[in-house]
C-alpha cells in the first residue's frame, strides 16, 4: 500500500511540474494563473545606504539624505537571479543612487552603466538578465514624477569694470584677482580671465566698449552635452549702462567647466564728460544652463 502511495503521489507531482498550475481556477491559462491578489515583500528603507537582498522586492526610500542603493551580486546556479524584478519608489527629498554591484552593470540603452540616479518623486523596476557583458540589470521601466526632460542651473555672476575706463581695474589670466568670484563653497565661479576692448569711434565706424570674461566653476563639471547656455546682462546701481551680452563657449577643461562670454555696453560709444563707455561700475551676468535629457 505503501509502494502505491509513493508512486501514485510521484505521478501527481510529475503532473505539476510538466503543467500550467492555477491558483483559485480550474482553468489556467498560464505556468502560474493566480485568481486573485499577490503579495510580495515591501520594506520602508530610511538609511543612506541600503545593500538589497535577495528577498527584497518593492523598496520605498523616505530617509533625508541622498541615498546610495546597491544591487546584489550575480552569480551562477542559484544566484543567477535571472528574471528577479525590483521596483524602487523614492518619496523622500533627495535622491537615490541605484548601482550595480563589483563587475555587474545596468543597461538603460546599449551602452552598460554602473548606476542610474531615482530622483525625488521618481520610481524605477530593474530586472536582471542573463547577460554578463552588455548589462546584467535592465533599467526596465521608469516613471519621472513630473513631465520635465530639462535639467536646470541658475546663478548671477558678477561683470568687473573695464581696462580703459576712468577708474579702471587691470585685465589678468589665471584668476590672478579674486575680488570678483561668485558663490560659495563647491557652488562657486571664479573669474580666471578678464579681457577689455576700448570703444572706437571714427568719421568710418564704432566699436561699442567690450570685455571677453572666462568664469570656471569649482564644483563637480557640469555634463555640458546637450546643454544650452542662456545670458542676460544685468544693472543694479545708479549707473545708467546698459549692456549685452553674448555666448562664446562652453566646455569642460582641465576638470572644471568653464564658460566664455563676451559683454559689450551699448547705450553709448566714446566720452560724454565725466562718463566714459569703458565702464567703471561693476556690474550682472544672469546665467542659466538648461541641459536636455532625452
Do not use: C
Not at 480550474?26 to 493566480?34: E, K
Not at 551602452?111 to 533599467?139: H, Q
Not at 555696453?265 to 556690474?283: A, K, L
Amino acid at each position: 500500500m505503501k509502494i502505491k502511495n509513493f508512486i501514485a503521489s510521484f505521478l501527481l507531482l510529475s503532473l505539476f511540474f510538466n503543467a500550467q498550475v492555477g491558483i483559485k481556477t480550474s482553468t489556467p491559462n498560464s505556468t502560474l494563473a493566480v485568481a486573485g491578489s499577490l503579495g510580495a515583500d515591501y520594506k520602508q528603507i530610511s538609511t543612506t545606504t541600503y545593500a538589497i537582498t535577495a528577498t527584497d522586492h518593492y523598496l520605498t526610500y523616505n530617509g533625508t539624505g541622498n541615498a546610495t542603493f546597491t544591487l546584489p551580486v550575480i552569480g551562477t546556479g542559484t544566484t543567477s537571479y535571472t528574471g528577479r524584478i525590483y521596483k524602487i519608489k523614492n518619496i523622500s527629498t533627495s535622491g537615490i543612487t541605484l548601482q550595480a554591484s563589483s563587475g555587474n552593470t545596468l543597461r538603460i540603452d546599449n551602452t552598460p552603466v554602473t548606476s542610474f540616479v531615482i530622483p525625488t518623486g521618481a520610481y524605477a523596476e530593474v530586472v536582471n538578465n542573463s547577460n554578463t557583458t552588455g548589462g546584467t540589470w535592465d533599467l526596465s521601466f521608469t516613471v519621472l514624477p513630473k513631465p520635465s526632460n530639462v535639467e536646470i542651473y541658475g546663478i548671477q555672476l558678477s561683470i568687473p569694470p573695464h581696462a580703459g575706463g576712468t577708474a579702471p581695474v587691470a585685465d589678468w589670466t589665471n584668476h590672478a584677482v579674486t575680488t570678483y568670484d561668485t558663490g560659495t563653497g563647491t557652488d562657486a565661479w571664479w573669474v580666471i580671465s578678464k579681457a577689455s576692448f576700448a570703444y572706437a569711434h571714427t568719421a568710418n565706424y564704432s566699436n561699442a566698449s567690450r570685455m571677453t570674461l572666462t568664469y570656471e566653476y569649482q564644483g563637480t563639471p557640469f555634463n555640458v552635452t546637450n546643454m544650452y547656455p542662456i545670458i542676460t546682462a544685468g544693472n543694479n546701481s545708479s549707473f545708467p549702462d546698459v549692456f549685452t551680452a553674448s555666448f562664446v563657449s562652453l566646455a569642460n577643461i582641465g576638470g572644471k567647466t568653464r564658460l566664455t562670454v563676451s559683454v559689450s555696453r551699448i547705450d553709448f560709444i566714446g566720452n560724454n564728460g565725466s562718463n566714459n563707455s569703458n565702464w567703471t561700475g561693476t556690474f550682472l551676468l544672469n546665467l542659466l544652463l538648461a541641459r536636455k535629457l532625452y
